[in-house]
């Protein structure tokens, strides 16, 4: 059972960054590939990008590709999501989500509780 804390959200300005972690605890947690979703109020969960249990296999989705960069550290079990350029229409709950690679981006085995994002204009 693995157990996924995000930190890191907060209140930002147009333009600004921000960097989002999230720590796993367990035992499986170097196994599963990571990654992260958002929701923004009255839509769906969104993808956003996902690493790979060795970090050499990174994707993104398309609306956040060269703005957004995944990491990972696996000495401190943490994910990174680091966050470039924000604009309003990224203001959303941000959720770490663990699984296997092959299944990730759709259903997720983990996820954490959320951290909210909110960016002003």
């Known amino acids: 059972q693995e157990q996924l804390v995000e930190s890191g959200g907060g209140l930002v300005q147009a333009g600004d960054s921000l960097r989002l972690s999230c720590v796993a605890s367990?035992?499986?947690?170097?196994?599963?590939?990571m990654g992260w979703f958002r929701q923004s109020p009255g839509k769906e969960r969104e993808f956003l990008a996902v690493?790979?249990?060795?970090?050499?296999?990174?994707y993104y989705a398309d609306s956040v590709r060269g703005r957004f960069t995944i990491s990972r550290d696996n000495a401190k079990n943490t994910v990174y999501l680091q966050m470039n350029d924000l604009g309003p229409e990224d203001t959303a709950v941000y959720y770490c989500?663990?699984?296997?690679?092959?299944?990730?981006?759709?259903?997720?085995?983990?996820w954490g509780q959320g951290t909210q994002v909110t960016v002003s204009s």
């Open positions: 989500v663990a699984g296997s690679i092959t299944t990730i981006r759709t259903s997720p085995t983990y």
């Open positions: 367990g035992n499986e947690y170097t196994s599963y590939a």
């Open positions: 690493v790979h249990w060795s970090g050499e296999h990174i």
